[in-house]
């Protein structure tokens, strides 16, 4: 049986959207997608939180910096408070349960910000001397580079401590969550890895693995690590 992993997409008043590469990346590493949406109840979450064995939160638009009491900056983009809601109840679950799970560009600051970490609402505004984050090349194609801790589970999955990564943010964690560390960052500073302090399977990642998988063996470890440790901690469980 293949573990069941939940993935989040985009939705708003009228439809839901997902890019159809994190679907590709889960089933091709052994995972079983599900989408996940929209649900209202605690009852519908605590129920879906039992049927999945790990979580995906996916790119989407801005967080609302409410929920890391901060006014709105000028630079803040679009933002959905029903996603929000949804995300981040979900993402408290999943880490009560100690189920994996991945994050994925605003999927990793949601995974922060749940856990009572705090974002940059925009980093070419709040930070001098960025990289350019937001690139025009192709979306599997590496912009720039992420250095990664020695000690981490990044590095255990993609073996080296410099990776070269796609990059579609203009925001980023600011304070890590106290859960969390931080196990990469960008030659100007910009944290683009958080992960468990403890023996969960907790990452997030600021790059897009999900449109590179295809092209490089080191992204599609990344599903392929989260797919297994969906397995391994179901039938430990
Ligand atoms: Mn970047």
Known sequence: MRPIVGITCSMDEESIRLNTSYFRAIEEAGGLPILVAILQTPESLSQLSELLDGILFSGGVDIDPKHYNEEPLPNLGQITPDR???????????YEKNKPIFGICRGAQLINVALGGTLY?????QLSNVLKHQQDAPAHAPTHKVFIEKDSILFSIVRTEILPVNSFHHQAVKDVAPVLKITARASDGVIEAVESNDDRFILGVQWHPERMFNHYREHFDLFRRFVEECARRRKRG
Do not use: A, H
């Open 121 to 125: 609402q925009d980093i070419k505004t």
């Open 84 to 94: 929000d809601e949804l995300e981040i109840s979900l993402c408290r679950i999943f």
